[in-house]
Structures are given as C-alpha cells and as structure tokens.
C-alpha cells in the first residue's frame, strides 16, 4: 500500500493536532475590560498590561487604552489568578500616528503626559481575574508632575 505526499501530511498532522496540541489553554483563558481614568478623565493613548504574579500560569497580555475603555480578549490566553497591572502612555511618535489615523485633533505640540511609576514600571495595582464571572476591572490613575 501506497501512500500519496498529500495523504501522508494529513495524516501527519492530524497525529500532532490529537497527540497534545490542544487548545486547553484558551478554553481556561479569561475575557477582562475596563475604564481606566487619568485625573478623573478618560485616558487615551496608553497601554494596560496584565502580568501573571504568585502562583498564576499563562503569558502577560496587553492592549490600547482608547476614550478610557480598554478590552483583552480570550485569544490573549490570560489565564485566571492574580496579575500585576501597568500602565503606560505610548511613545510620542506612535500617539503622533495613532492620532492621525482616527482623525483626532490632538495638540500634539504639547509635551505629551507621563504615568507616575506607581501605576507603571513600580505599579503595585493588581487584579484578580475569574473564570466563572465577567472581568471588569476599572482603574485611575495619575500623571507625574
């Protein structure tokens, strides 16, 4: 018996798909949106990321903060359990373009706002994300000043 290119490739790779290739990572991942506010307005142009802390699995994940809502998706992979939270603002040149792609106009003259490192690169704001409920986690921050 003999059998084509074609044929074996399929074969071959249903095995790997069936022998631990599964998608059981995403079937756990978490879905987690939320309002962030700056000074008690919707913050624009930053970046939320959560990252797994103590015993939680799974990759950090991050994504835009725009009109001060923001959403993670599950095809993240976040996992449940606690994560650390960051907040930052985008480089200037990429707010520049980002700006100029949705038509805002943004002085972009202006020296643009920094987080203060409390919410960012020493942020000690934390989320405990569930598998069972919906994640909305809302947060405020403050700019440096």
Do not use: W
Request: proline share 6%; hydrophobic share 35%.
């Amino acid at each position: 018996m003999r059998i084509d290119y074609h044929t074996g490739v399929c074969f071959l790779f249903s095995l790997l798909m069936a022998s631990g290739c599964s998608n059981e990572a995403q079937t756990r991942s978490v879905r987690v949106t939320g309002v962030v506010l700056a000074e008690r307005k919707p913050l624009s142009g930053a970046v939320i990321t959560f990252e797994p802390m103590e015993q939680t699995p799974g990759p950090k994940a991050s994504t835009l903060i725009m009109n001060g809502r923001y959403q993670i998706d599950l095809a993240a992979g976040l996992q449940p359990g606690t994560h650390r939270v960051r907040i930052s603002m985008l480089p200037p040149e990429i707010n520049k373009r980002l700006d100029e792609a949705i038509g805002s106009q943004a002085a972009s003259h202006k020296k643009p706002p920094v987080i203060a490192t409390k919410y960012d690169s020493d942020s000690a704001l934390t989320a405990k994300l569930s598998a069972d409920q919906e994640n909305q986690c809302d947060f405020s921050v403050e700019f440096r000043h």
